[in-house]
């Protein structure tokens, strides 16, 4: 069974920064990684997809790599900046039963301090 | 309407209560998600539906739970004897392709509390 681990569970930094969020699953049999942002009592925005052939997508300061063969993903955002803060998920999509849905981590609640 | 419609938005149901929750996908988009996210958790899958067939329902928890998408538009996901462990909020989404490339588009919504 895939299980997808977000570390950390929290971050809090100053405006500004460049900060890494990292994404770890266990089956590498992955069809595609997403990249969703959350915010507060709101649904879910896509905010990158890598196809499983590919090793990183770009869109505008946010950078999403994978290394399918070590089950990593990360997530890095240039310059933060107040507005950013947010929950991010990553979810992967199997290649084999069960391709249609995505399968979530738990999430990196992220707080940029102006 | 320009995205995905959830409503209610909020329901406070008594135990044991039935429920309905209803989504309106983008108009013309072929697969429909349901998701359920407890608090602090990332969304669990529970069921897709391509058109009006319901291809996969393996993450419905119980039998309690049912969901349909008659017309392959408008889904509804009813809980039937509500329990204090449904309390979760439900997000409705949708997709205008069946391959797995395509953009997801998630709905706000239904906040569900079982008390």
């Known amino acids: 069974k895939q299980e997808v681990t977000q570390i950390p569970a929290a971050l809090s930094v100053p405006e500004g920064e460049n900060l890494v969020l990292n994404c770890s699953f266990t089956d590498s049999a992955i069809y595609n990684l997403q990249w969703f942002r959350q915010d507060p009592g709101k649904g879910l925005t896509s905010l990158l997809l890598?196809?499983?052939?590919?090793r990183e997508q770009t869109s505008g300061r946010l950078n999403a790599s994978l290394d399918k063969s070590s089950g990593r993903s990360t997530l890095y955002i240039a310059a933060s900046q107040p507005g950013d803060s947010a929950t991010y998920l990553c979810?992967?999509?199997?290649?084999?039963?069960?391709?249609?849905?995505?399968?979530f981590g738990q999430g990196t609640r992220l707080t940029i301090n102006p | 309407g320009a995205g995905v419609s959830q409503s209610p938005r909020y329901k406070v149901a008594k135990r044991g209560q039935d429920v309905a929750l209803r989504c309106d996908p983008i108009s013309g988009h072929v697969s429909l998600f349901w998701y359920q996210q407890a608090l602090g958790q990332g969304p669990e899958f529970l069921t897709y539906f391509q058109n009006e067939a319901q291809l996969d329902k393996s993450g419905l928890p119980s039998d309690r739970f049912f969901a349909e998408r008659p017309e392959g538009s408008v889904s509804t996901l009813k809980i039937q004897r509500t329990q204090q462990e449904d309390s979760a909020v439900y997000l409705c989404a949708s997709s205008d392709g069946t391959g797995r490339g395509n953009t997801i588009y998630f709905g706000e919504g239904s906040w569900l509390t079982v008390v």
């Open positions: 890598i196809q499983s052939s590919q």
């Open positions: 979810a992967v999509s199997g290649s084999l039963q069960g391709a249609q849905k995505l399968v």
